[in-house]
């Protein structure tokens, strides 16, 4: 703490009331597990210092590397005997910044809360051979100093983070797809947050969840208003009880069904090229006549007239749907279209 505060100077509001923080957490530290509870109003009084400061100079610790949450405090009240309130405890993890071991040229294995020094330079009096016992020349480092213990005991929102880096990385040995890039889980999650509002049965997920089920669909371009139309067309009238969960395996579904299950090898050959189909290309061109013929008679104000006084008449929009949907999205739009055909698939008819 000394070389980072006051030799190296990585902080720029870290100094002596840093170090004080710093020293009384040193010594109620478990060395065994690395940890310590925070006891923000002991560590005020001990130091002498306000709740405050200690608050922002703990805070100055973790941006420095040399802390890190193992379990966040809570307002919870544990109910404890002869007391009439207490909150869950803050613990925190002792970590050594990477800049410390890199200025010291120390060997490390592994990253963040896991890591540990397997190696340390070699003094040159004793790489000469001539400062050890005996005069031997250099030998390999040993594998640390550190004792061998088991995998720390979890009680209630303790992490065993050493356990969990250890999965994640022989997941991703296993084969698993890359990390995605904190700036596009972001960008994701932005996507999700405006999705939600216009999806009602998504509205019970959290954003996270949310991003992570509608990856496949924002990395084929779609930006948020597609992606909630495509939800929208799955007309969904009830509400799952986990929408991440629904939202992946119906995307994973789509993605394992073929186009052509089920179609014999002709039909297969058939189909791979459409603009070999004469028949296809005639019903294109029609309907392309048709389409032009209504659009250069149709004008905006129709359009508008139509999508605010059709709801009523929804029968009518449904059926025009159903006949010619290309045309019937450019007259009515997508929302009353949608309206329409819902209300007539559930088999419901005017009293």
């Not at 209504?294 to 605010?308: F, I, K, P, V």
Request: proline share 6%.
């Amino acid at each position: 703490m000394v070389w980072l505060v006051e030799e190296a100077r990585l902080h720029p509001k870290a100094g002596e009331a840093t170090l004080r923080v710093a020293r009384d957490l040193a010594r109620r530290m478990d060395y065994v597990e690395g940890t310590v509870l925070y006891d923000l109003d002991g560590t005020a009084t001990r130091c002498a210092l306000s709740r405050a400061t200690v608050k922002r100079h703990v805070a100055y610790l973790r941006e420095l590397g040399c802390l890190a949450w193992a379990r966040h405090g809570s307002r919870r009240n544990l109910r404890l005997p002869g007391r009439a309130y207490a909150g869950t405890a803050t613990v925190y993890a002792a970590t050594i910044p990477y800049a410390y071991d890199r200025a010291h040229a120390h060997r490390v294995d592994g990253r963040g809360f896991g890591a540990r020094v397997v190696g340390v330079p070699v003094p040159p009096a004793r790489e000469a051979g001539t400062g050890a016992p005996g005069g031997r020349g250099r030998e390999p480092q040993s594998l640390g100093a550190h004792p061998r213990t088991g995998a720390v005991e979890t009680r209630g929102r303790l992490k065993d983070t050493r356990h969990r880096r250890a999965s994640a990385r022989t997941t991703a040995q296993a084969g698993s797809p890359a990390l995605r890039h904190p700036m596009r889980v972001a960008a994701d999650i932005r996507v999700a947050a405006r999705v939600r509002p216009l999806v009602p049965w998504t509205q019970s997920e959290g954003l996270r969840r949310l991003a992570h089920a509608l990856r496949p669909l924002i990395d084929e371009g779609l930006d948020a208003n597609d992606v909630a139309a495509e939800l929208t067309s799955w007309w969904i009238t009830w509400r799952p009880a986990n929408p991440a969960a629904y939202i992946t395996a119906r995307l994973r579904h789509r993605a394992d069904a073929s186009p052509y299950d089920g179609l014999s090898a002709d039909a297969h050959s058939q189909t791979a090229d459409p603009s070999a189909n004469t028949a296809w290309q005639a019903w294109l061109q029609q309907r392309a006549t048709a389409t032009d013929t209504d659009e250069d008679q149709r004008t905006d104000e129709d359009r508008r007239h139509a999508r605010l006084y059709s709801w009523d008449r929804w029968e009518e929009v449904a059926a025009h749907y159903a006949t010619n949907p290309d045309d019937a999205l450019d007259l009515y739009g997508t929302r009353l279209c949608g309206y329409a055909v819902k209300r007539a698939s559930s088999g419901w008819r005017r009293p």
